[in-house]
């Protein structure tokens, strides 16, 4: 079974400053895709970058980008010039191909993150 | 365009009630799913439905049950209800054609007396 690991419950930044998430996940896949969310106060889970496993090269998404590391399976997300609207939990996630018997998303706890003024 | 839509937003129940979550998936999204969110133990897999069958579910007792209609909304029903299963119930819904994008809804907070 697939396993993600965020090993910081809790992270701050300050505002415009560089905050960096770490997240590990083990799976004996080849052909996955990996995921950061962000849920606000608002509950709502909210997509913030994707990566497919076969890329070799790094998504990025205007202020977020991720350090992808296939061998020692690391999809760590880097938030540039953080906003107060930042503020958040992320979490990170691991989809290896959806198909009936698999499970889909498998989620690592969360890091709360704070953007301080 | 809408996004995925749950009713009702909070849920007060008693233990042995039975509980029934509601939710809309965005229009042409065949694929529904549902999670569980209890407090420190981050999103757990409950149930996958796409076409209107079952296609997994997670490691939850069977009074934990679902289906979808031919519409593609999905009910989530627990039968009775213990304490533990309070929580902060996700739904989230995907396309065919594009099964590992899910969109998420803003959830169902369960709270059981």
């Known amino acids: 079974a697939q396993t993600v690991t965020q090993s910081q419950p809790e992270m701050s930044v300050q505002e415009a400053e560089t905050v960096t998430l770490s997240c590990t996940y083990d799976?004996?896949?080849?052909?996955?895709?990996l995921f950061w969310y962000k849920q606000p106060p608002s509950r709502q889970m909210i997509l913030v970058i994707r990566?497919?496993?076969?890329?070799?090269q790094n998504a990025t998404e205007n202020r977020f980008s991720v350090n992808f590391q296939k061998a020692a399976k690391s999809f760590s997300l880097k938030i540039s010039d953080s906003q107060l609207g930042d503020t958040a939990m992320y979490f990170c996630a691991f989809m290896k191909h959806l198909a009936p018997g698999n499970t889909p998303l498998v989620f690592g706890k969360g890091t709360r993150l704070s953007v301080i003024a | 365009e809408a996004g995925v839509t749950q009713s009702p937003t909070h849920l007060i129940k008693t233990r042995g009630q039975q509980a029934t979550l509601r939710c809309s998936p965005i229009?042409?999204?065949?694929?529904v799913y549902w999670y569980q969110q209890a407090l420190g133990l981050g999103l757990q897999f409950l149930l996958w439905?796409?076409?209107?069958?079952?296609?997994n579910r997670g490691n939850f007792p069977p009074r934990f049950s679902g289906r979808q209609f031919p519409n593609y909304s999905s009910e989530l029903n627990v039968n009775a209800l213990e304490l533990e299963d309070s929580a902060l119930y996700l739904c989230?819904?995907?396309?065919?054609?594009?099964?590992?994008?899910?969109?998420f809804g803003s959830g169902t907070q369960l709270s059981v007396l």
């Open positions: 989230a819904s995907s396309a065919r054609d594009a099964l590992e994008k899910l969109f």
């Open positions: 990566q497919e496993a076969y890329k070799q």
């Open positions: 799976t004996s896949e080849n052909n996955y895709y």
């Open positions: 229009s042409g999204h065949t694929s």
């Open positions: 439905y796409d076409e209107g069958e079952e296609r």
